[in-house]
């Protein structure tokens, strides 16, 4: 499978997975010439500092391919064709195409199935630690993560639950965080969203095909009106959205969560204007997060409730049918002022209340005998609608999905908060610490390394 990449993504594409590339070129020689190079991005060329051959190859056919290698078991190759010259600072290349492309050993089509059979806690935890100490990897990996602080490669990790097949076999706490912390999840939030969703979509009372009910669209020339439930929840609204964490003036996100939009997030989530047909342009947007939460609050007290009702009935929702049957008893959902839940970021739970949420994913939405989550539904989680060029990651509904060989998919938020769930291996992972957007390549790369210690032993 081959994702193309806008060659104006192109920059932000390499800078995340690194300026180390091979440089192939034919030319002069019957086969391809392969060096290993350093790439510059300057002015939207790609400036390679080398010689030998392969500037005789460029001199007799300029045409040549980039490519930025799998590391590991996970992930797509970026591939980039352009042509070439040599100039004084090196060779510099004009790229033409960029892709990124699943090599043969990772599976395509369908994800592997849920391991829908395995135990869930029911009044509490088994804890099989075990376990950790004979999975010697998982030991120093978890060592590794809670040796690093704010500052150090992975960043802070306040807490680490590792749980395989239905048990908890790691579980670490930073310095101020124990069990029962309540742990932010920032974006993770919105994965709990789609299972709210979910429920109500089961109930018959939400159509993931009809237009959102948001009494601000509902004029009739108002091209709001066409979006749909199902437009909300794979972010296709097409409404104009800058979802940026560091330029505060620029920032939707951050003037919605702490600035002029803080009152009413969904009011000004709604009253964004449309950039886009809604439906044919996906726009990662946490506004949109807030519109649905909006829906969930008006399907279930209609529209002129109060704030009151509003969060009363929102939050009786996702405690009687989602965090209560499951023994999530620490999770609790944030509201704004107008009684809205901040489904874009806010709800606050224990680290093994996270790894309850995600196991009961994993078991294809049910627990103890009782379906929380219709099993369709949770597959929906699995499906990428959309493809994040920059991350090599996967957008379904709400959730993210892993390109690697396990069928992983995600809920993710802010700083590096991690909720991995596993399939072939019956694995949950629960990271929530402080990393920066500079280490976090670095972070998910132990967590991979963690679900790999595990491959041996599914």
């Known amino acids: 499978m081959s994702v193309p990449v806008a060659l104006e993504d192109l920059p932000a594409v390499i800078e995340a997975r690194g300026h180390t590339a091979f440089l192939t070129s034919a030319g002069a020689s019957p086969f391809p010439h392969?060096?290993?190079v350093e790439v510059r991005v300057v002015d939207g060329e790609l400036v390679c500092a080398t010689g030998g051959r392969i500037e005789a190859n460029i001199a007799v056919s300029p045409s040549v391919v980039?490519?930025?290698?799998?590391?590991?078991?996970?992930?797509?190759?970026?591939?980039?064709?352009?042509r070439a010259r040599v100039t004084e600072a090196g060779i510099v290349v004009t790229p033409e195409r960029a892709m990124l492309h699943r090599p043969p050993w990772l599976p395509g089509g369908d994800p592997p199935a849920l391991p829908v059979g395995g135990d869930v806690p029911v009044a509490g935890w088994t804890v099989a630690h075990a376990d950790?100490?004979?999975n010697a990897g998982l030991r120093g990996l978890a060592d590794l993560l809670m040796a690093s602080d704010v500052d150090g490669p992975t960043g802070l990790t306040r807490a680490l639950v590792v749980v395989h097949r239905g048990r908890i076999v790691a579980e670490r706490y930073g310095s101020e965080t124990h069990a029962d912390t309540p742990l932010l999840s920032w974006s993770m939030?919105?994965?709990?969203?789609?299972?709210?969703?979910?429920v109500l979509v089961a109930d018959g009372v939400l159509d993931v095909d009809a237009p959102a009910p948001v009494a601000a669209w509902s004029g009739a020339d108002d091209p709001r009106a066409a979006i749909t439930v199902r437009d909300l929840l794979e972010m296709r609204?097409?409404?104009?959205?800058?979802?940026?964490?560091?330029?505060?003036?620029?920032?939707?996100?951050?003037?919605?969560?702490f600035g002029r939009g803080h009152s009413d997030m969904a009011a000004y989530a709604t009253g964004r204007p449309v950039a886009h047909e809604p439906g044919a342009v996906f726009n990662y947007s946490s506004g949109t997060s807030m519109v649905l939460a909006d829906v969930i609050a008006t399907v279930l007290v209609g529209p002129d409730a109060d704030a009151g009702s509003r969060e009363q009935a929102v939050r009786r929702l996702l405690s009687d049918r989602i965090f209560d049957p499951i023994g999530a008893t620490t999770a609790t959902p944030d509201f704004d002022p107008a009684g809205t839940w901040v489904a874009s970021s806010a709800v606050r739970a224990t680290a093994r209340d996270w790894a309850r949420f995600g196991l009961l994913h994993?078991?294809?939405?049910?627990?103890?005998?009782?379906?929380?989550?219709p099993t369709d539904w949770v597959e929906t989680a699995r499906r990428p609608q959309a493809h994040d060029v920059v991350d090599d990651e996967g957008f379904s509904r709400h959730w993210w999905t892993i390109p690697d060989?396990?069928?992983?998919?995600a809920a993710l938020g802010y700083e590096g908060q991690r909720l991995l769930l596993?399939?072939?291996?019956?694995?949950?992972?629960?990271?929530?610490?402080?990393?920066?957007?500079?280490?976090?390549?670095?972070l998910d790369d132990v967590l991979a390394a963690i679900i790999e210690s595990f491959a041996g032993d599914s």
């Not at 560091?246 to 996100?253: I, P």
């Not at 994993?362 to 989550?373: A, E, F, I």
């Not at 596993?422 to 670095?442: C, I, Q």
């Open 422 to 442: 596993v399939p072939t291996l019956d694995l949950v992972v629960v990271r929530s610490g402080v990393t920066p957007a500079e280490r976090m390549a670095a």
């Open 189 to 198: 939030a919105k994965s709990v969203l789609h299972a709210a969703v979910g």
């Open 405 to 409: 060989r396990h069928g992983t998919f």
């Open 66 to 82: 980039l490519l930025w290698p799998v590391v590991g078991d996970r992930g797509h190759s970026l591939l980039v064709d352009g």
């Open 132 to 134: 950790q100490a004979a």
């Open 237 to 257: 609204d097409g409404l104009s959205w800058n979802e940026d964490y560091v330029d505060g003036d620029a920032s939707d996100v951050v003037e919605m969560l």
């Open 362 to 373: 994993l078991r294809g939405g049910s627990w103890n005998g009782r379906q929380v989550v």
């Open 34 to 36: 392969l060096k290993h």
